[in-house]
């Protein structure tokens, strides 16, 4: 789910910031806190999925219809 979310955000980012946007500096990652997860003392329930800007690439490649593997 986190990845679809990362895609829309790179999308509007994309839209807005135009040639000044860098995925690998404005796109961070996702962060999940699960609640059964918050009495250990070493995660405190948190986790952390960092952006693949390769990733977000390959999703929108396939959402704009030309295949996660065409280069272009």
């Given amino acids: 789910q986190y990845a679809l979310y990362t ?4 999308r509007l980012l994309k ?7 860098r ?3 404005h796109l961070g990652g996702a ?3 699960f609640l059964r997860g918050c009495d250990n003392p070493d995660t405190r329930g ?5 952006a693949s800007p390769a ?16 280069a272009g």
């Fill in 7 to 10: 895609l829309a955000l790179h």
């Fill in 46 to 50: 948190v986790f952390f999925e960092p």
């Fill in 31 to 33: 962060v999940y806190l």
């Fill in 55 to 70: 990733l977000v690439a390959a999703l929108d490649r396939l959402f704009a219809g030309e295949g996660a593997d065409d």
């Fill in 15 to 21: 839209h807005r910031l135009g040639a000044s946007y």
């Fill in 23 to 25: 995925p690998g500096q």
